[in-house]
């Protein structure tokens, strides 16, 4: 099977700290391919962290399932799910506050290969300094704690750190936001290397479609907690089909060299999740919206001959 790891329909919601519960996650479907890079793209609160948590296992969804080998990710126990853990890591957007600030950078590598019993005790400072080279970090950096270190060279120890137990994916969430745009670049280029050589399986999410256009080979747009459009990146962004990818896209222009400024970029705010629009999520914004088919139904998946799929009542 080409799909490592998926995402069946999964549904998740949360207390609101007001009451009501916030609907993160309504329905999701997603195939990470071996050895793909996938984006996941889309506004602030549209579930993308909530769907990096599951997949990686670090949440479980309400409904649904999330399988790794075609394995459900819920029912693993013991070694299996150790196996899994290992398998799939996560690079957060914060690496500080992901880090022990009392470890040295040596000892929290030391430790996450320790943990999976990965390399002979012996072996440990030579695969320590192997996993700063591979993240561009001289070996003196083993002796120094977190917070001696710049955000850039933060977020390249979280990257060692999660390379160190020789996973298969990696699930990276907005993890070049916080950094200077100076050294953004550079944390991309390295995974974009890193996959390269390891022949990891990378999901990468973040809400800058440069990165997106940039690094990845398919990409799944998230709108309000569902995807509504998923396919090869360069179509995609070539071909926009959702009124929502293309809102997104004409928001950034320069994307596409020589591309005008086609329509109006997306107006207004995201509504809110604990209580979203009926039908289609986006018709609040949609410059296409038909009523009262687009506040009504809810669109299924629309799949046409050599299209990509994509969820709206009216495609391009
Ligand atoms: Fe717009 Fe209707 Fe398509 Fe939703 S279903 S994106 S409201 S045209
Ligand atoms: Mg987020």
Known sequence: D???LRARDVVRTFRAPRGGRVQALRGVSLSV????????????GCGKSTLARLLVGLDAPD???????????????GAERRGFHRNVQMVFQDPYGSLNPRLTVGDTLAEALRVHQLVPREAIPARVEELLAAVNL????????????????????????????????IVADEPVSALDVSVQAGVVNL????????????????HDLRLVR????????????????????????????????????????????????REAPVSGEVPSPLNP??????????????????????PENVFRDGDWPVACHFPD
């Open 2 to 4: 080409e799909v490592l």
């Open 138 to 169: 001289p070996p003196e950096a083993a002796k120094r704690r977190p917070h001696e270190f710049s955000g850039g060279q933060r977020q390249r120890i979280g990257i060692a750190r999660a390379l160190a137990v020789n996973p298969r994916v």
């Open 277 to 298: 629009p009926t039908g289609c999520a986006f018709h609040t914004r949609c410059p296409k919206a038909q009523f009262p088919i687009c506040s009504a139904e809810v």
């Open 33 to 44: 391919r071996r050895g793909e890079v996938l984006g996941v793209v889309g506004e602030s």
């Open 191 to 206: 995974f974009a290397e890193l996959r390269e050589k390891l022949g990891l399986t990378l999901v990468f999410i973040t």
């Open 63 to 77: 409904a649904g399932q999330v399988t790794f080998d075609d394995g459900d990710v819920s029912a693993l126990q």
């Open 214 to 261: 940039h690094l990845t080979e398919r990409v799944a747009v998230m709108y309000l907690g569902k995807i509504v459009e998923e396919g090869v990146t360069g179509q995609v962004f070539d071909h926009p089909r959702h009124p929502y990818t293309r809102a997104l896209l004409s928001a950034v222009p320069r994307l596409v060299p020589g591309a005008k400024r």
